[in-house]
Nanobody, 124 residues
């Protein structure tokens, strides 16, 4: 079982930055690939943002965030981060951290554990 708690969301102007954090409570954090997903207003399904492999050696990004967002992990602290730069109003969403016991996926339904989410609002 993995419990995930996100933090760092908030209100920011377009062009600004935020850093999301996700704290995991599990004995074997380094066995999981970690991902970030988001659910924009009015959307039912969560959309893929970024994922990093269990080793941190491979990261994949959605085209919409490439070059602006960076995912990283700190296994010693059981943390995963999402640095978000040059934010746009279309980045407004609830952001979720997720853990995948298999290799990192871009598909939300392949993730095993989820946090409660943190709201990010980008004003124009």
């Amino acid at each position: 079982q993995v419990q995930l708690v996100e933090s760092g969301g908030g209100l920011v102007q377009a062009g600004g930055s935020l850093r999301l954090s996700c704290a995991a409570s599990t004995r074997n954090f380094n066995a999981y690939s970690m991902g970030w997903f988001r659910r924009p207003p009015g959307q039912v399904e969560r959309e893929f943002v970024a994922t990093t492999s269990w080793s941190g050696g491979t990261s994949i990004y959605a085209d919409s965030v490439k070059g602006r967002f960076t995912i990283s992990r700190e296994d010693s602290k059981k943390m995963v981060y999402l640095q978000m730069n040059n934010l746009k109003p279309e980045d407004t969403a609830v952001y979720y951290c997720a853990a995948d016991a298999q290799s990192g996926s871009t598909r939300y339904y392949e993730y095993d554990f989820w946090g409660q989410g943190t709201q990010v609002t980008v004003s124009s």
